[in-house]
């Protein structure tokens, strides 16, 4: 099965860089998968790594070392509008589990003037 | 283009009702999901449908089924409401290969039972 471990709670001011992690253990899968939600709102794709290595989406930046079982979101230029929950997914690799994404329990990100 | 469509928006319903969430979409995806959303959680898989015609359990199936209409259409089915029920449901639908990777999301529905 698949576990993914994310912190509950970031808080930051407008312009700062923050830095969400997410660890994972899983027998395999394809990628890790990032999405954001606002309150009250649905979940948005923002980015996917397939590869190890550094995405870059505009100010949102995405990492993955499947050998250290850990991938990060970076969000630069912290604006108000960032602040929502920010949860990492996984799709399994075996065949028979499907296409289905496992996420994790997400981190809320509070963005102060 | 809307996207993924799920009715209704909000629902109270006393333990023991059934009721059906209705969810579609206009993107010719192949995948679609059923999860479910607790209060500052992530979200759990309920069902899913890899493609037309198949349909599997998620994390959390008890106490729902599904059914896959054809390939727009998706719903989830409470046969016999419990307070524990009581969450926001969202569907999501996705291509296959590397698209499965990226789930659109409708807007969710929001469920009370009391």
């Known amino acids: 099965g698949q576990s993914l471990e994310q912190p509950s709670e970031v808080t930051a001011v407008e312009g700062a860089i923050v830095q969400i992690n997410c660890t994972y253990q899983?027998?395999?899968?394809?990628?890790l998968s990032w999405y954001q939600q606002h309150d009250g709102g649905a979940p948005t794709f923002l980015s996917y790594?397939?590869?190890?290595g550094l995405e870059e989406t505009g100010r949102f930046s995405s990492f993955l070392s499947r050998s250290d079982s850990y991938g990060y979101l970076l969000l630069q230029e912290l604006q108000m509008k960032d602040s929502a929950s920010y949860f990492c997914?996984?799709?399994?690799?075996?065949?028979?589990?499907?296409?289905?994404?496992?996420f994790g329990g997400g981190t809320r990100v509070l963005v102060k003037p | 283009n809307a996207g993924v469509t799920q009715t209704p928006k909000f629902q109270v319903l006393k333990t023991g009702q059934s009721m059906t969430l209705q969810c579609a979409q206009d993107m010719n995806h192949n995948s679609m999901y059923w999860y479910r959303q607790d209060p500052g959680m992530g979200l759990r898989l309920i069902y899913y449908?890899?493609?037309?015609?198949?349909?599997d359990k998620g994390e959390v199936p008890n106490g729902y089924n599904v059914s896959r209409l054809n390939k727009r259409e998706f719903s989830l089915r409470l046969e016999s409401a419990a307070p524990s029920q009581t969450s926001v449901y969202f569907c999501?639908?996705?291509?296959?290969?590397?698209?499965?990777?990226?789930?659109?999301f409708g807007a969710g529905s929001r469920l009370t039972v009391l």
């Open positions: 899983t027998s395999g899968f394809y990628g």
């Open positions: 449908s890899a493609s037309e015609g198949t349909t």
């Open positions: 790594n397939g590869l190890d």
């Open positions: 997914a996984v799709r399994a690799l075996i065949k028979a589990a499907g296409n289905k994404l496992t």
């Open positions: 999501a639908s996705s291509s296959q290969g590397s698209g499965a990777n990226v789930l659109t």
